[in-house]
């Protein structure tokens, strides 16, 4: 049924009047204009216009996870969004397939004309990483001091304020946190849990050096591996030493939010962590889908540029691939396999925590 009074016609709700005069190359301005240039402006344009929906996205489930007590329906939109989020990174990705019909010699003929602009001068996609957590103290030194100097005030100033805001995650590790049943009642899942991989540790340490197959070098390797996993599970536990590691950089997560993630990774399929370990593992394919896409750029970046310097004043590939390796949202949720042990040395959760997972969370 019709709901509006005044005919609503297709040009004018998408005001293509605006958008399809929003294309003007530069090298236009100084003769003859390169032909591929309005395909560089189209792509980084379209690119805008989905930095645009993904903050939509992230601003619409950022409140939500903020709250003191997130219900089970309200998780369940957050991961629609979050999956919304894959899709359009994969269009991104994509899209880089269209931009690499262009040469590198098509490139040069406007690239001169672009100078000081780049794409790390994207705002939007600054606050897409600002709001996902990464913050000025996590970047690579060039971002952390050249970025801001290459902006104009009002959008400095929007982005150090931003800064100073809770980002997504902060919320998740607030949320994580909040997790019930690690203790319930006389139940104490941590200690079960350690004298699981206590006995699961003991128990590969005895494989290993009753081994026949194995000579006195490949033992002597494999425990001092194994003596590594036992100290990494050590500090999971030691608040201490947790500590110590978290200052080095090695968790940016607390130790409660961490346990808390491994505690729904290792009991997914009880139905109400179901919810939360899809929310786990949608933001680890965010930070995956962003490492890929920059990956990506990187390569056809080195393809197009080779080692010269960027247009924005960065290295170019090399900043590019620093970016790549160092700028991640969520490591500490991809390292969380480092704590998994088999499903069979799981400690058996008590009847009343069996119960409370099944109704609500």
Not at 221 to 226: A, G, K, S, V
Not at 246 to 275: C, D
Request: glycine content about 4%; overall charge negative.
């Amino acid at each position: 049924m019709q709901k509006n009074v005044k005919p609503c016609y297709y040009p004018d709700y998408l005001q293509l009047d605006k958008l399809l005069d929003a294309q003007h190359p530069e090298s236009k301005k100084y003769g003859a204009e390169a032909h591929d240039e309005t395909l560089f402006i189209i792509v980084h344009q379209a690119y805008e216009l989905w930095f645009k929906q993904v903050l939509h996205e992230i601003h619409a489930i950022l409140p939500t996870l903020s709250q003191e007590h997130v219900d089970e329906d309200k998780l369940s939109t957050v991961n629609l969004r979050i999956e919304r989020i894959h899709r359009i990174q994969d269009v991104l990705v994509d899209q880089i397939d269209i931009l690499e019909t262009m040469t590198p010699l098509d490139f040069l003929d406007f690239r001169d004309y672009l100078i000081p602009a780049s794409g790390f001068q994207s705002i939007q996609f600054k606050e897409i990483e600002i709001l996902l957590g990464l913050k000025s103290e996590f970047r690579i030194n060039f971002d952390k001091k050249s970025f801001y100097n290459r902006l104009n005030e009002k959008d400095r100033n929007y982005l150090l304020n931003l800064e100073e805001q809770p980002s997504l995650f902060d919320a998740v590790e607030s949320w994580l946190e909040r997790m019930p049943f690690l203790e319930f009642g006389d139940f104490k899942f941590w200690e079960k849990y350690k004298q699981a991989v206590e006995d699961m540790l003991a128990h590969d340490e005895q494989v290993i050096k009753e081994a026949d197959y194995l000579t006195d070098a490949e033992k002597t390797f494999q425990l001092n591996d194994l003596a590594n996993t036992h100290a990494n599970f050590d500090a999971l536990f030691d608040k201490d030493k947790y500590q110590e590691l978290k200052q080095q950089g090695r968790f940016r997560l607390s130790q409660e939010a961490t346990l808390s993630a491994l505690f729904i990774n290792l009991y997914r399929e009880q139905p109400m962590l179901n919810s939360p370990f899809r929310l786990l593992q949608g933001l680890i394919d965010i930070d995956e889908k962003f490492t890929t896409w920059r990956y990506r750029h990187t390569t056809m970046v080195h393809r197009m540029l080779g080692t010269k310097i960027g247009t924005g004043g960065s290295s170019g590939h090399d900043y590019l691939k620093q970016t790549t390796q160092n700028n991640r949202f969520f490591r500490d949720l991809f390292n969380l396999t480092t704590f998994l042990i088999p499903r069979s040395s799981l400690p058996e959760l008590p009847p009343e925590v069996v119960k409370a997972v099944n109704f609500h969370l």
